[in-house]
C-alpha cells in the first residue's frame, strides 16, 4: 500500500521563528510532490510542489525534496500566527495520496 | 466566483436514507476527484473522473458508493443507505487535465452527519 507519512504534532512555534515539516512516502516511483494548507473547517489548498531533488523557495516557504530517502520537507520562514494550520503532504502515485497532516500553531 | 462548488455544504440523514452530493468544477476544468475526510484522518481518495466516465474508482468502497460526471450538470456523489460510519467531509477537487494530478483545486466540502 503506497503511504505517506507525516507527524500529527502539534508542531508549536513561536511567532518570527521557522517552522520544519516533514513527510516520507513508500512509493519510490514517486516523481511529483505537493504541500497543501488546511485551516480548521476548511478546505485544502495548494500551496507548494517540487519535481526534482533540493530546494524550492517561495516566499518564506521552502520545499526540500530527497528521492533517495524518499524525504519531502517545508520550511515557513518567520512563521506568523496566521500560519497555524494543518499541513498535508501529498504524493501522485497514481492518484494524489495525502498524509494525515501535521497541524502547527504559531504563538504569537 | 468560478471556484469549485459543492452543495450542500452540510447534510443531516438517518441511517439507511440515500445522501447525494454535487460539485460543480472550477471553469475550464474537465477532471473531478472526490475526497473523503474523516475526523483525525487524512484525505483519502475515493474516485476520479472525467466528463462521462470514471477513470480510477479504487478508492470508492464497493458497495452503496457511487458517482458519476454526465456531460452537462455537476458531479455527483451518492451514498446509499448511509451508516453512522459514511459522517464524514467530503471534498471535491477539480484539475484541468491529467498532468495536473497533483495541482489540485477543492471546494469547501460537503459534511454529512447520518443520525
Known amino acids: 500500500q503506497k503511504e505517506v507519512e507525516q507527524n500529527s504534532g502539534p508542531l508549536s512555534v513561536p511567532e518570527g521563528a521557522i517552522a520544519s515539516l516533514n513527510c516520507t512516502y513508500s512509493d519510490r516511483g514517486s516523481q511529483s510532490f505537493f504541500w497543501y494548507r488546511q485551516y480548521s473547517g476548511k478546505s485544502p489548498e495548494l500551496i507548494m510542489f517540487i519535481y526534482s531533488n533540493g530546494d524550492k523557495e517561495d516566499g518564506r516557504f521552502t520545499a526540500q525534496l530527497n528521492k533517495a530517502s524518499q524525504y519531502v520537507s517545508l520550511l515557513i520562514r518567520d512563521s506568523q500566527p496566521s500560519d497555524s494550520a494543518t499541513y498535508l503532504c501529498a504524493v501522485v502515485s497514481g492518484t494524489l495520496t495525502f498524509g494525515k497532516g501535521t497541524m502547527l500553531l504559531v504563538s504569537p | 466566483n468560478a471556484g469549485v462548488m459543492q452543495n450542500p455544504r452540510h447534510l443531516v440523514r438517518r441511517r439507511g436514507q440515500e445522501a447525494r452530493l454535487r460539485c460543480s468544477p472550477m471553469k475550464g476544468h474537465s477532471h473531478v476527484y472526490w475526497y473523503r475526510q474523516l475526523p483525525e484522518e487524512g484525505l483519502k481518495f475515493m474516485v476520479y473522473?472525467?466528463?462521462?466516465?470514471?477513470?480510477?474508482e479504487s478508492g470508492m468502497p464497493k458497495e452503496r458508493f457511487s458517482a458519476e460526471f454526465p456531460k452537462e450538470g455537476p458531479s455527483i456523489l451518492r451514498i446509499q443507505q448511509v451508516v453512522r460510519g459514511d459522517s464524514a467531509a467530503y471534498f471535491c477537487?477539480?484539475?484541468?487535465?491529467?498532468?495536473?494530478?497533483?495541482?489540485?483545486?477543492f471546494g469547501e466540502g460537503s459534511r454529512l452527519t447520518v443520525l
Open positions: 473522473l472525467q466528463k462521462e466516465n470514471i477513470i480510477d
Open positions: 477537487a477539480s484539475s484541468p487535465n491529467q498532468d495536473s494530478t497533483g495541482e489540485l483545486f
